[in-house]
């Protein structure tokens, strides 16, 4: 079984900023840096290894235009952010730019030594210029992290939420298949193992043809195959046999009720299969219409979410 990767990382956020107050900031954006790779957030995540005055690797995907343009971006922010956060001007220091470039871990803040009443008055306004510069650095660096992972957790929960409810949507549909067509369960089991092969053109065909074939199955046992043909709700004449199983289905539900709801379901069961057969079709033309992730990510969920509420409305149990 595949890690929860949205519960782990809402984890990871939600520790980093239960501890914002108590762990060392370098630590913090650590884990930040963390958290940022394993959400693919590349900008963010070559920002913080900046911070910390590490060389960001991307392996394979380093010489594509999109992170060397996320990089200059990030190298841009991370000039900008410390050059905004003091103003050397205002400070006299001299030092200030060679401070402003210093990996994080570097710039951490140093207290006031007891021989410094000895120094010069200038040593001594010097050093506290640099305290100075420090901490505004460190400040603005506390704030981009705590902004970015308070983003993600808000994105995380969200995420999180429609996760686990389609999670206990699925279980139900697994139920419920499993009692009534285990072969069904299969197909829908293998739909969504291929869904997950991105890489494979053909594995997405495969998804999809296998989405619709659920469907059919899902008719078969809802509204098995008739020769005559079904007046629907608006007394259109419509074929049922063993090809139709979008019509099937459609009746199906249509003859468990005529709520809004058994409306609103049966619309949408029509406009989810047509979209299927239509993306059959186009996959008949060559590779190159072959269908999106996007487009098998929705087949997948679509498929589960429509042979769950049709077995539930049509009354069949698990």
């Known amino acids: 079984m595949l890690p929860d990767t949205t519960t782990h990382l809402l984890q990871l956020v939600t520790t980093a900023l239960d501890e914002f ?45 999109e992170i060397s343009g996320l990089r200059r ?25 060679v401070l402003t470039m210093k990996p994080l871990e570097i710039l951490l803040p140093a207290e006031k030594k007891p021989y410094e009443d000895e120094l010069s008055l200038a040593s001594r306004i010097q050093n506290e210029n640099k305290r100075v510069v420090v901490n505004e650095l460190l400040g603005s660096v506390r704030n981009a992290v705590f902004t970015y992972l308070m983003r993600c957790e808000s994105t995380l929960r969200l995420s999180a939420t429609g996760q686990w409810t389609f999670e206990r949507h699925r279980e139900r549909v697994d139920r419920h298949l499993q009692a009534v067509a285990p072969d069904v369960l ?46 629907d709700a608006s007394g259109k004449s419509r074929e049922v046999g063993v090809g139709q199983y979008r019509n099937r289905i459609v009746a199906a539900v249509e003859a468990a009720g005529t ?23 186009l996959t008949q033309k060559g590779v190159h219409d072959h269908p999106t992730v996007e487009d098998v990510d929705f087949g997948v969920v679509q498929t589960y979410l429509v042979a769950g509420e049709v077995l539930a409305v049509v009354g069949v149990s698990g």
Request: hydrophobic share 45%; proline share 6%; glycine share 4%.
């Open 259 to 281: 709520s809004t709801h058994h409306q609103a379901l049966a619309a949408n069961i029509h406009d989810f299969a047509l979209r299927l057969e239509r993306l059959d079709a």
């Open 21 to 65: 107050e108590t762990v060392p900031l370098p630590a913090t954006v650590r884990r930040a840096w963390r958290v940022a790779r394993l959400r693919g957030d590349i900008f963010e995540a070559l920002r913080f290894a900046k911070e910390l005055g590490v060389e960001e690797d991307w392996g394979d995907l380093e010489p594509s235009a």
């Open 73 to 97: 971006l990030a190298e841009a922010a991370f000039l900008a952010g410390r050059e905004t956060a003091v103003d050397p001007k205002q400070l006299g220091l001299e030092t200030v730019e």
């Open 186 to 231: 299969d197909m829908l089991n293998s739909a969504v193992t291929r869904s997950m092969n991105t890489d494979d053109p053909e594995a997405r065909v495969h998804a999809l043809t296998s989405c619709r074939r659920v469907l059919a199955a899902v008719a078969d046992v809802v509204f098995p195959p008739r020769d005559e043909p079904y007046i």
